[in-house]
Antibody
Framework: QVQLQESGPGLVKPSQTLSLTCTVS??????????WSWIRQPAGEGLEWIGR???????NYNPSLKSRVTTSVDTSKNQFSLKLSSVTAADTAVYYC???????????????WGQGTMVTVSS | DIVMTQSPDSLAVSLGERATINCKSS????????????LAWYQQKPGQPPKLLIY???TRESGVPDRFSGSGSGTDFTLTISSLQAEDVAVYYC?????????FGPGTKVDVK
């Protein structure tokens, strides 16, 4: 049973960098059948995809956040990470790490989600 | 980007009755080479992460009750709950994965009347 768990500071100051890590348990992050994504959800609002990374390190980002986002993967620790720079109050949200499936080399849906971690941007 | 819209914003249905949620994409998410619609549906209950219900527009994820069904093709899709149960109260989101810039609909809240 694969599980994902987000970790990181719950409070970040404006203009600083938000850093989160997702630990994958019960399965290997190195499987080529999956990609690993970050998705966020402001309180009472909808879902916004931030970006994804493959175990190879290849990435794709939402253009609206691309200039501020960096993701990385550490296969030895079975973890992947998110860094979002120059944060403002608009970045306050629950951040989810997710697993997306790949089938026959094409995208499939997000089948496993972490419980989410609330990050507040405030001085 | 592909923009996803949903209707209605919310609906209230009596227990045992049918609930229908619509989702529309700004352009087709049907991939012609494999005839698959790159469209998923998720259920989110308060305080929980979203849960995958349907992928490829109409394929139920393992363990999802068969009262949930998805239909549609191209740009217009529907999620149907055939007989609403109390545990189905949630917000439902559609999502396209046709393009790498994944996008979600704004969500439809389903309540019991």
């Amino acid at each position: 049973q694969v599980q994902l768990q987000e970790s990181g500071p719950g409070l970040v100051k404006p203009s600083q960098t938000l850093s989160l890590t997702c630990t994958v348990s019960g399965g290997s992050i190195s499987s080529g059948s999956y990609y690993w994504s970050w998705i966020r959800q402001p309180a009472g609002e909808g879902l916004e995809w931030i970006g994804r990374i493959y175990s190879s390190g290849s990435t794709n980002y939402n253009p609206s956040l691309k200039s501020r986002v960096t993701t990385s993967v550490d296969t030895s620790k079975n973890q992947f990470s998110l860094k979002l720079s120059s944060v403002t109050a608009a970045d306050t949200a629950v951040y989810y790490c997710t697993r997306g499936r790949m089938i026959a080399g094409t995208n499939d849906a997000f089948d496993i989600w972490g419980q989410g971690t609330m990050v507040t941007v405030s001085s | 980007d592909i923009v996803m819209t949903q209707s209605p914003d919310s609906l209230a249905v009596s227990l045992g009755e049918r609930a229908t949620i619509n989702c529309k994409s700004s352009r087709s998410v049907l991939y012609s080479s494999n005839n698959k619609n790159y469209l998923a549906w998720y259920q989110q209950k308060p305080g929980q992460p979203p849960k995958l219900l349907i992928y490829w527009a109409s394929t139920r994820e393992s363990g999802v009750p068969d009262r949930f069904s998805g239909s549609g093709s191209g740009t217009d899709f529907t999620l149907t709950i055939s007989s609403l149960q109390a545990e189905d109260v949630a917000v439902y989101y559609c999502q396209q994965y046709y393009t790498t810039i994944f996008t979600f609909g704004p969500g439809t809240k389903v309540d019991v009347k």
